[in-house]
């Protein structure tokens, strides 16, 4: 089958970049690209020889393009540049070959009809769980989130950042600690995830799959890890493998490595227990952010009430953006460091219904 040809005419824009890395890439190439920043550039290449589509900035819009109507013209619309430059070139990866065949199939049969270019997936995320207090649930809210997600059909790895839990009832599984020089090496030079991971099982008929991998430094803890690298080898991994969602659990201390792990994450679920004094603690969390001049990471956070006690439900719940998870006692049991989560009842409701809710939201 002959190659298609494709123009593409934009001002170098991080997206259109992109863009053309993804097609001339895909494992389903079969096109021939040809980039210009002129219209008469693209007039006369289409003197030459026959072009199969055009794909066109929004900014050149205006322009007189005077082609043949029977050219497909897909124009690059806002959609696009509504997302975080960096992220272009990850999320190019994952966008599905069919689906731009599809739009070009339909675009060769409308005649020259100008659609938006198939929307990317934008579900990939790294969340960090945090919480400004001791016994806020974070761990059991971060696995039970992550295994929600999982069970919506993503792919999630959760990596806990604090605490040795071993994981019981979600598997009854080994659970393995990797070196982070380890990690960095696989992620870079072999591009798969390490032997130590391993597969929290969900709901039976979920597409979806959550892996579980613990990093730690050479002394065997998490001490001296440099956050800035870890969010390197994450991005990096994320550019390489199915995975939508990296889960940190960042504990409830403020270490260097913490705020720099921080700093790199899309988005931070802050678990605050219920009551008055959770209240009490999101306020505290609001004012240590701005005395450390971290103000801007709240535009990312969003808040988890949990252990609602009842009767507090309303008190907790105010505020744009809240979410409660109501006090379950059996939702997770501790015994001898190994941590199980229970996902049949009020808890695994409430975590579905927020997973579900952040999905939502991340469609825009």
């Not at 990296?246 to 403020?254: E, I, T």
Request: glycine residues 8%; aromatic residues 10%; negative net charge.
């Amino acid at each position: 089958m002959s190659k298609r040809n494709i123009a593409i005419l934009s001002e170098d824009t991080p997206y259109i970049q992109a863009f053309t890395t993804y097609l001339v890439f895909s494992k389903k190439n079969n096109f021939q690209i040809f980039n210009f920043h002129h219209i008469q550039e693209v007039k006369e290449a289409y003197r030459l020889q026959p072009l199969d589509l055009l794909l066109l900035a929004e900014e050149y819009l205006e322009l007189e393009l005077d082609f043949d109507p029977a050219l497909p013209v897909v124009v690059m619309t806002e959609a696009l540049s509504k997302v975080p430059e960096e992220r272009y070139k990850r999320m190019m990866r994952y966008q599905r070959m069919d689906a731009m065949e599809e739009a070009i199939g339909r675009l060769a049969a409308s005649q020259g009809n100008r659609v938006p270019v198939p929307a990317f997936n934008r579900f990939e995320r790294i969340i960090g769980i945090y919480s400004p207090m001791g016994g806020g649930g974070k761990t059991t809210v971060g696995v039970g989130l992550s295994l929600a997600l999982a069970e919506i059909a993503a792919k999630v790895l959760y990596m806990p950042l604090e605490g040795l839990y071993t994981f019981r009832d979600i598997g009854n599984l080994p659970c393995s600690n990797g070196n982070l020089s380890e990690m960095i090496y696989h992620f870079h030079k072999i591009r798969k995830i390490p032997s130590v991971q391993w597969t929290l099982p969900v709901e039976k008929g979920a597409e979806g799959y959550l892996h579980y991998f613990r990093p730690v430094d050479a002394s065997g803890d998490l001490d001296h890890l440099d956050g800035k690298l870890l969010q390197s080898a994450i991005r990096h991994l994320m550019d390489h493998t199915g995975y939508q969602f990296v889960v940190l659990d960042l504990g409830n201390a403020m270490t260097p490595f913490q705020r720099d792990a921080m700093e790199g994450c899309d988005e931070i679920w802050c678990i605050v227990a219920g009551g008055i004094r959770g209240h009490q603690k999101q306020e505290a969390w609001k004012r240590d952010l701005a005395a450390q001049q971290l103000d801007h990471w709240l535009e990312k956070t969003v808040p988890v009430v949990n252990q609602v006690n009842p009767g507090m439900e309303e008190m907790e719940m105010q505020g744009e953006g809240r979410h409660g998870i109501p006090w379950v006692p059996e939702a997770s049991k501790v015994q001898n460091g190994v941590l199980g989560i229970e996902m049949g009842g009020q808890f695994g409701e409430a975590v579905r219904r927020i997973a579900q809710e952040r999905m939502d939201a991340w469609k825009g």
